[in-house]
């Protein structure tokens, strides 16, 4: 089993960005973690950085370009298909899953309503025992 160090949260929402870093800090202090609000960010970081991450952590509601056809995007570009997308959302929506899943993604979270949901939602993911 492989810790997860390195990942990346693709979200526009300000505040569920700060609520992220606070699970994420509770969970391991030394984690890095870049944030991004955009597909266009995200896929430009990505392909500007030698150093991928290990996780990306995908909004569906994004300006823009939304996040399955971001999904889309990575899981085409064949220096980036491997790094495993979790889906993170509001949505509980089954259709979204299913789509989600049949584009690439490995798995789907719908936002917990708590910090303490969080952690013990994203800790398995960072310990890579569910991907």
Do not use: W
Not at 1 to 23: H, P, S
Not at 39 to 59: G, K, M, R, W, Y
Not at 60 to 76: D, V
């Amino acid at each position: 089993m492989v810790e997860i160090k390195n990942l990346m949260l693709v979200e526009d929402d300000t505040d569920d960005q700060q609520i992220f870093m606070l699970a994420l800090e509770e969970i391991d202090p030394m984690l890095k973690s870049r944030m991004v609000n955009s597909c266009h960010s995200a896929i430009e970081t990505l392909t500007a950085n030698p150093v991928l991450p290990q996780l990306i952590f995908l909004d569906l509601n994004l300006p823009r370009i939304n996040g399955k056809e971001c999904l889309s995007r990575i899981k085409q570009n064949p220096a980036l298909q491997n790094i495993p997308i979790v889906i993170y959302s509001t949505s509980d929506n089954y259709r979204d899953k299913v789509e989600t899943k049949n584009l690439g993604a490995h798995a789907f979270i719908t936002k917990p309503s708590s910090l303490d949901e969080l952690v013990i939602t994203l800790r398995p993911y960072l310990l890579n025992a569910v991907l």
